[in-house]
């Protein structure tokens, strides 16, 4: 009886929890610097921010913008990975690292000294790594359609597609991404044209999803690789477990650490200004505010993921006990 008492309060609790950070954040002066690499992501305002979580026991609690699309950017690395982890198995990692880089999101530094193996699979070259595995369908267009159907049943939802006019303003200004991909074609670390793999890159980038839709398609990161309201498995408990290590390590490019320092959740960001974070066991979370960091992170989505896990004590370094979702 406690335990039901005690679990609706906390409930209650979530639901205030969520609508106060998302008041706070209205109110924050310091809302960082939306992405300006691409007219279409220059022009977003920044005094938006939403919010999402979703329970393992299937509740959802929305505050501020959660129902705004806004652009995936390498938030999509996650179910890319997922995809081709199901396609090729641990045989990704004789081509991809599972080490932090230390370095920004679409450095090119390290790839000479480690001969074309990109460090991990969350900053650019090893998501290109990851496209190239993923473009199994042929041309880029039908792998692209698969990764967009694989999002949209782990979502739920039907209707996410992708903002067409990123996709075409990532290809023309891709220049950094270009070289990447024809620097890991000269140590033989891709096995298609650098512009199908770049193609299918630029295309899940270019995803448009909103803070409900992330938060949904996060589920099975929280769940040990379940659906948690169907029981069915995306994939295997182990994966899920993986995926959510590299996350925590790697997630943040840069500044991985200071995300794990402050939030203590695995979690991925990306230049759109969203995140989308995982309390194993308790609930999938997607914040966005397009107001960018230095590390080209969601200024004010980290600081509510601060807030969240500070209030709820859901911090994977905090206390086993705290109350469950
Ligand atoms: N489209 C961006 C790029 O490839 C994605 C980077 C990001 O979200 N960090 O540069």
Request: some cysteine; charged content about 20%.
């Amino acid at each position: 009886m406690t335990d039901v008492v005690e679990r609706l309060n906390f409930m209650h609790d979530l639901a205030a929890i969520v609508a106060d950070i998302a008041e706070e954040m209205q109110a924050a002066p310091d809302r960082g610097k939306p992405a300006d690499y691409i007219p279409p992501l220059a022009r977003v305002d920044v005094a938006q921010f939403g919010m999402a979580v979703v329970t393992v026991d299937g509740r959802v609690f929305t505050a501020g913008s959660a129902d705004e699309l806004f652009s995936l950017q390498s938030i999509s690395k996650v179910f890319a990975l997922t995809l081709a982890l199901g396609k090729v198995g641990s045989q990704l990692w004789d081509r991809v690292g599972r080490e932090p880089s230390g370095s920004a999101f679409n450095s090119i530094v390290q790839l000479e000294s480690e001969r074309g193996i990109p460090r991990n699979p969350f900053i650019n070259a090893g998501a290109i790594v990851v496209a190239d595995v993923n473009l199994t369908r042929g041309a880029p267009r039908e792998s692209l359609a698969e990764l967009i159907s694989f999002v949209r049943h782990l979502a739920d939802d039907d209707t996410i597609a992708v903002d067409v006019e990123v996709a075409k303003s990532e290809s023309e200004t891709g220049f950094r991404n270009v070289a990447l991909a024809n620097y890991m074609k000269s140590f033989g670390n891709l096995h298609h044209t650098p512009e199908d793999v770049l193609a299918l890159y630029f295309g899940q980038c270019a995803v448009a999803m909103n803070c409900r839709q992330l938060a949904m398609a996060g589920r099975y990161l929280m769940a040990a690789g379940l659906n948690p309201t169907s029981g069915h498995r995306i994939v295997p408990e182990t994966r899920a477990r993986r995926i959510n290590a590299l996350m925590l390590t790697c997630g943040h490019y840069d500044a991985s650490g200071d995300f794990a320092f402050r939030v203590g959740l695995p979690g991925k960001s990306g230049v759109g200004g969203g995140i989308l974070a995982v309390a194993p066991g308790r609930a999938s979370i997607a914040v966005w505010s397009p107001g960018l960091n230095a590390q080209g992170n969601s200024q004010l989505g980290t600081l509510a993921l601060e807030r969240l896990a500070t209030r709820t004590g859901w911090s994977v370094f905090d206390r086993a006990d705290a109350p469950p979702a």
